[in-house]
């Protein structure tokens, strides 16, 4: 059983373009929770995603938005990078919204 | 806001021996916690969890306690070995909310 894949595994971006991060949750879980991680910091809560609809948001602005899919996986986009959106971005899923969350590896993305 | 310093505290134990990491939380009205293990190069991995009608709980080789009135959480590694080397961190669902915050890690090193 494979657990939460996430990719690409690495991107390099330029500022201002656009960014798109897929993950595909464990099987058998329905929820996914996007989260960046910044070098040395512990990660921040993006949003969650439940039946196709963003659920709840963190502090990010709406260049950062995303996306559930009837299979349950999930994507996040990113718009207008800015060079502090540098940080590895961690998709959790989970079979409740309160249940263990179980992580991906991540995708590091680096602005330039 | 919710990230941490970049440098984090550090933790050096003798293989062995036992460690103890704490942690503090921030909001009253959490009711459920998790403790997370980070190596390099990896998402957060799940290693126990407690809700807020309980002050103990015991897995292998590992035990959270929860003391509300403080809002404190530890985490109790027993007979720590060199793989259980890696950045820690406690984490709480903001009670209602489906948003998990993550505290300040804590870097375990253990030594051979």
């Known amino acids: 059983d494979a657990g939460v894949t996430q990719s690409p595994t690495h991107l390099i971006k330029t500022r201002g373009q656009q960014v798109t991060l897929r993950c595909s949750p464990k099987?058998?879980?329905?929820?996914v929770s996007w989260y960046q991680q910044a070098l040395g910091q512990g990660p921040q809560f993006i949003f969650q995603y439940y039946e196709e609809e963003e659920r709840q948001r963190g502090n990010f602005p709406d260049r950062f938005s995303g996306h559930q899919f009837p299979n349950y996986s999930s994507e996040l986009n990113v718009n207008a990078l800015l060079l502090g959106d540098s940080a590895l971005y961690l998709c959790?899923?989970?079979?409740?919204?309160?249940?263990?969350?179980?992580f991906g590896p991540g995708t590091r993305l680096t602005v330039t | 806001g919710e990230s941490v310093g970049l440098h984090l505290p550090t933790l050096s134990v003798q293989e062995g021996d036992n460690s103890i990491i704490n942690c503090a939380y921030s909001n009253s009205a959490s009711d459920y916690f998790i403790w997370y293990k980070q190596e390099s190069g990896k998402g957060p991995q799940f290693i126990i969890d407690?809700?807020?009608?309980?002050d103990k709980r015991q897995g292998q080789r590992v035990t959270v306690l929860l003391n509300k009135t403080v809002k404190h959480l530890s985490l109790q590694i027993a007979a720590t070995q060199p793989g259980d080397s890696a950045v820690y961190f406690c984490?709480?669902?903001?009670?209602?909310?489906?948003?998990?915050?993550f505290g300040a890690g804590t870097r375990l090193f253990v030594k051979a």
């Open positions: 099987s058998g879980h329905d929820t």
């Open positions: 984490a709480e669902n903001d009670g209602g909310g489906f948003k998990t915050i």
């Open positions: 959790a899923s989970s079979p409740r919204e309160l249940d263990e969350q179980y």
């Open positions: 407690i809700r807020s009608n309980m």
